[in-house]
């Protein structure tokens, strides 16, 4: 099954490219790598494949539905990490779960225990607390913006049945 | 910290506005300028929610629950330091100076999706849009309140709308 495709996808802001025309497709239970010139650019790429921000040109869908028409359709089935990754303190990642388990409408006893496990399968830091948010719910898609080391390997291990993207 | 603030100045020196657009107008200004500072427009352009699967009306409502209560601070803190003064504003006058401060926090919240004269524009229109409900009490309307009520009912429907295009448009990208 096909959980991610982007044909042509590209971005534009103020009559400058950021993003250039990417395509892939994506399987369940694939990684891939999508390499961009600059860091900006890999961010930008990851958030468009997240349904975050939408494509100025191309198509994105994520699973069966657009980025552009149904983002929320999207992103119920996208765990994103972001490249600086999640700063706040433990209260704040608690409180984080806690919105994700509402907003995914999960047990909340069960998505702070997952979130947990999560963690400590990948160690502490920003970049895992994102990580670890980002695969609270279960989720068809992951995207991970610029992730560092060994990540992509440990959470092939946490979400065996996922589409895993890393942008570089 | 914003509530003894404004109930201080409002008890030292409440005695110098009296004219409703005055008040109106700085409470309005005053709540849409606390809505968007530094630390909130980080805050409310965090990637949370434009993560979730939250649709539009839910996303609108998820950014404006909290600016909003904060900026009741404003108008609460004002009418605080009047009572403590000896100068308890009459309570039609309240509820719409309260209505004021939501309006303009709601009309600002645009702004901080913004940058530049952007986003200082829908700090100046937050502004107006209070004025705009004092001057049924500057014009000494005989159903002042209820025409302020009616015209915050109005302003606010708009600005609601106005956010959420303005958060149907914003592509949140990482920062450089």
Redesign the interface.
């Known amino acids: 099954m096909t959980v991610l495709r982007a044909r042509g996808a590209r971005f534009v ?1 103020d009559g400058r490219e ?1 993003v250039a025309p990417f395509s892939l497709a994506l399987a369940a239970g694939e990684t891939r790598t999508l390499e961009l010139p600059e860091p ?1 650019a890999a ?2 790429a990851a ?1 468009m494949c ?1 349904a ?3 494509p100025t040109e191309g198509s994105i869908y994520v699973g069966e539905y657009e980025t552009r028409l149904q ?6 089935l ?1 765990g ?1 990490a ?3 990754g999640f700063d706040g303190d433990d209260h704040a990642f608690r409180c ?1 779960i806690g ?2 388990a509402d ?2 409408g999960l047990d909340a006893r069960e998505a702070q225990a997952r979130g947990r496990a999560v963690l400590d399968a990948l160690g502490d830091g920003d970049y895992a607390r994102g990580v670890a948010l980002a695969l609270v719910p279960d989720v068809a898609l992951v995207v991970l ?1 610029r992730p560092p080391g060994r990540v992509v390997s440990r959470v092939r291990a946490l979400a065996p049945a996922a589409g895993i993207l890393r942008t570089r | 910290m914003q509530f003894a603030l404004i109930g201080t100045i409002s008890y030292l020196f409440g005695r110098l506005f009296t004219d409703a657009l005055l008040i109106f107008g700085i409470v309005g200004f005053v709540s849409a300028a606390s809505v968007v500072d530094q630390q909130h427009r980080k805050l409310l352009r965090r ?2 929610f ?6 539009g009306r839910e996303l609108a409502r998820a950014h404006v629950i909290a600016p909003a209560a904060a900026a009741l601070s404003v108008p609460l803190g004002y009418l605080s330091g009047a009572a403590l003064q000896g100068r308890a504003l009459p309570a039609p006058f309240a509820v719409a100076l309260v209505l004021a401060a939501l309006v303009a926090a709601t009309v600002s919240l645009s702004s901080a999706f913004r940058d530049g004269y952007r986003a200082a524009l829908y700090v100046g229109l937050a502004g107006l849009a209070a004025l705009g409900l004092g001057l049924p009490f500057e014009l000494r309307l005989a159903a002042a309140a209820q025409t302020s009520a009616v015209l915050a009912a109005i302003e606010g429907f708009f600005a609601l709308r106005a956010f959420g295009e303005t958060l149907a448009r914003y ?6």
């Not at chain 1, 983002?71 to 119920?76: E, I, N």
């Open positions: 802001r950021l900006a961010g930008i958030r997240a975050i921000v939408k983002p929320p359709q999207c992103k119920r996208v994103f972001d490249g600086a984080e919105f994700r907003v995914w913006d | 990637l949370t434009f993560a979730a699967p939250l649709y592509d949140p990208l990482p920062e450089r």
